[in-house]
């Protein structure tokens, strides 16, 4: 598999559910407990835009031949990735990016796949790499593209009142609040409308699970 150097959105989107599946996010209750969870993450999120049928699955074909020793692996990577979220210094960053992508087998151009007859550069991971190597390329060059796309302001703690993810922000307009939108985002509307309803003082906002 390869990484588009392009392709940062994506990237940073799994570095974002990569640290969000963390006991310490889910109130004691690690969403990659397994192998199996860590094959089920893979096919959620690991196809990258546009690519060809080839391409499809190959994240989640590594982590199916994953053995223990990758899964305690992908466990420190998701410490080391949360580590540079919470401490966005740039130069920290690029430094801390850099050193998740030693899998890298150099940069080559691929076809690009939203514009026929022109060719983009990516980033191919080198043979025998392993599902941990992959997805610490993924991060590393996903932290790379925002810092040097969007800034370091992009990188974020989620400002649900009690819940401690984090994310990476690639919206255009930089204005993403909440690790989950979709569920700290909304937790904490129902809490502002009930309190402006009168039925009481806004209730603390449960993390996710």
Not at 52 to 63: I, Q, S, W, Y
Not at 153 to 175: V, Y
């Given at each position: 598999m390869q990484v588009a150097l392009d392709d940062y959105v994506w990237a940073a989107g799994i570095a974002t559910e990569l640290v969000n599946t963390t006991a310490e996010v889910w109130?004691?209750?690690?969403?990659?407990?397994?192998?199996?969870?860590?094959?089920?993450?893979?096919?959620?999120?690991?196809?990258?835009?546009?690519?060809?049928?080839?391409?499809?699955?190959?994240?989640?074909?590594?982590?199916?031949?994953?053995?223990?020793?990758?899964?305690?692996?992908?466990?420190?990577?998701?410490?080391?990735?949360?580590?540079?979220?919470?401490?966005?210094?740039?130069?920290?960053?690029v430094a801390g990016a850099t050193m998740l992508t030693p899998a890298a087998r150099g940069a080559t151009l691929i076809p690009d796949p939203a514009h026929q007859g022109r060719v983009r550069w990516a980033v191919p991971l080198r043979d025998g790499a392993t599902i941990a190597d992959a997805l610490s390329l993924i991060c590393g060059m996903g932290i790379?593209?925002?810092?040097?796309?969007?800034?370091?302001?992009?990188?974020?703690?989620?400002?649900?009142?009690?819940?401690?993810?984090?994310?990476?922000?690639?919206?255009?307009?930089?204005?993403?609040?909440?690790?989950?939108?979709?569920?700290?985002?909304?937790?904490?509307?129902v809490a502002n409308h009930r309190a402006r309803q009168g039925t009481g003082r806004p209730s603390a906002i449960r993390p996710p699970y």
């Open positions: 109130r004691g209750d690690d969403r990659l407990p397994d192998l199996a969870a860590l094959v089920a993450f893979t096919e959620l999120h690991g196809d990258q835009p546009g690519s060809d049928d080839d391409a499809r699955g190959a994240l989640a074909e590594l982590a199916r031949r994953g053995r223990p020793a990758d899964l305690h692996a992908v466990h420190a990577l998701r410490t080391t990735v949360r580590g540079l979220i919470d401490h966005p210094d740039r130069d920290r960053l790379l593209g925002v810092v040097h796309t969007l800034g370091e302001r992009r990188f974020r703690p989620c400002a649900a009142p009690t819940c401690r993810g984090a994310f990476i922000d690639t919206t255009r307009p930089g204005s993403r609040r909440y690790c989950m939108p979709g569920l700290c985002g909304n937790r904490v509307n």
